[in-house]
Each structure stands twice: as structure tokens, then as C-alpha cells.
């Protein structure tokens, strides 16, 4: 039995897949990571390699020291990852001090973890203290028709979330405090990290204008069908937008998605509501 044999990973794996299959993930567009439970980390340290060096992260989750990792590589393609594990994901230590990591299984090569992983890492630290500890998973992806949503909507979680709320019956239920929007900026910096981390003490998800979707849950089913939806729902807009050359005859109410939350016993953001 070897580390691939052990369903964490093999489960981190087969979301990668996923995402790649539903083509959110062109070339090494978009990024996963896992916060492992202790359990997850202990079965898999048997396989670890001697660390490499800390490295720095230019942001702080002191709520996440000792924490271990799984990600996806920068520069790697999600498509990779079942085809060559080795050299596409690993396992990263966070520091005592929650500001630095180093690796200790996979990322073979000279690899490093995701580009974008101090923004994962403040948003595993902000979504640990909103969920105490539930959260576990961040996923971004690059979706195509929430991306195009960030061209015609305003750029407010209150447009985007009523927009998506109003577009597919489930929604208000699976996030019933809306998404939350990010205006674009250079992925990978600690600039868009902490935007990025602002927003998701309030929401699971938040958009980035012109690039992508970020999601979190506690698990890879809650993540990847929360972005799972958000996509949808975007698809649904842009349809029904296209087909009615910018114009919708009708849609649900505010009054009709108050209902959805009573009988399904989920608290809507008032704020997005009229």
C-alpha cells in the first residue's frame, strides 16, 4: 500500500478530475486545497519525504499552525493529476507561526505549491473561524458563464446573488447568504488574498471578476456542488438573457424565494432581498 492507496487522496484526486472533466480547468487554470484532519495527515506521514525548506507566505493564519495540506501544483494541470500525482499535487506543513510552508510529499520536480495559495490559506483560516473548524475545503475554478456574468453584471454581491438566487429554485438553499464579488485583481498576491478573505467571513463563495469562482465547504461533495450550482445557475442567466435579447419576461419573486427559505429552513440574506 502506498499514499495513493489512501482515500483522502485518492478522493482529493477524483474532485480534481471532476473539475477538469465539467472544463473549468483549461491548461493549469485553477487551483484545490484540503485541510487534512489530524487522522488523514498521521495515516499518510508514514510516506512523507525529509521536508524541504520553509518558505514564506507573505500572509499569517495563526489558527492554522501545524496544519497539513493537500494542493494542487503551480503551473500543473488539473488533468494531471490521476495521470501523474506525483509530480501535479502534494502535501504541504504549515509552520508554528502560521506563515510559511514546506513540503513534504509530492511536488516532485522543483514544484511549489499553487500561485494562489496564500489566498487559499486565508481563506482556510477566515472560513476555520466562521465554521468553527468545519470548513476544509478551497476550490477555484474558472467557469465560463459565471465569468461572463462579471462582463454584464454590476460588480456587487447584491447583483450577483440576486441574479443567481432568481435563476434556479435550488439556489437560495444551497447558499443562502449569496456570493460575495472580488473586482479583478493580480491573482496570487496577498492583495486579492485578504479582498478575497474580507468577503468570505460572510459567504462560502465569492466571485472574481474576469477570472474565476472561489468556493469553500467542509467537504469535497458540499465544495464541489456549491460551485456546481453557481455555475449553473450563471448558465441559466445567460440563456435565459440570450434568448430573450437582454430582457426576462419573468423570474422568481423576492416574496417567492422568502417562501423557498421558510419551507426549507434556511435563513436568506436580507440585505439582497427587496
Not at 87 to 111: M, P, Y
Not at 169 to 191: I, K, N, S
Not at 236 to 242: G, K, M, N, T
Request: hydrophobic share 40%; with cysteine.
Amino acid at each position: 500500500m502506498g499514499i495513493l492507496d489512501i482515500k483522502i487522496v485518492q478522493d482529493y484526486i477524483r474532485m480534481c478530475t471532476d473539475g477538469w472533466e465539467q472544463g473549468w480547468h483549461e491548461r493549469n487554470g485553477g487551483n484545490l486545497t484540503y485541510r487534512m484532519k489530524e487522522s488523514e495527515a498521521a495515516e499518510c506521514g508514514a510516506f512523507f519525504r525529509d521536508p524541504g525548506p520553509w518558505v514564506d507566505m507573505g500572509v499569517a493564519g495563526e489558527n492554522l499552525a501545524g496544519e497539513y495540506f493537500l494542493t494542487t501544483g503551480s503551473g500543473k494541470f488539473f488533468r494531471n493529476a490521476a495521470l501523474d500525482p506525483e509530480h501535479s499535487i502534494g502535501i504541504v506543513e504549515i509552520n508554528g507561526r502560521g506563515d510559511a510552508w514546506r513540503i513534504v510529499w509530492g511536488l516532485e520536480g522543483g514544484a511549489k505549491p499553487t500561485s494562489e495559495f496564500p489566498s487559499h490559506f486565508m481563506n482556510h483560516s477566515v472560513r476555520f473561524a466562521a465554521t468553527g473548524g468545519a470548513c476544509r475545503v478551497i476550490y477555484h475554478a474558472h467557469p465560463a458563464n459565471i465569468i461572463a456574468l462579471t462582463y454584464v453584471l454590476p460588480l456587487t454581491a447584491r447583483d450577483f446573488t440576486r441574479a443567481l438566487w432568481k435563476s434556479a429554485t435550488e439556489c437560495p438553499v444551497v447558499f443562502p447568504a449569496g456570493v460575495g464579488v472580488v473586482p479583478w485583481m493580480v491573482p496570487g498576491g496577498a492583495e486579492i488574498a485578504m479582498a478575497t478573505s474580507e468577503l468570505m467571513k460572510t459567504y462560502d463563495a465569492a466571485v472574481w471578476a474576469h477570472h474565476g469562482l472561489f468556493c469553500s465547504g467542509s467537504d469535497f461533495d458540499a465544495t464541489f456542488g456549491l460551485m456546481h450550482t453557481i455555475e449553473k445557475a450563471a448558465q441559466i442567466h445567460v440563456l435565459a438573457l440570450s434568448a430573450g435579447r437582454g430582457e426576462l419576461r419573468q423570474t422568481i419573486r423576492d416574496d417567492e424565494l422568502r417562501a423557498i427559505a421558510r419551507d426549507f429552513k434556511v435563513t436568506l440574506n436580507e440585505e439582497f432581498l427587496d
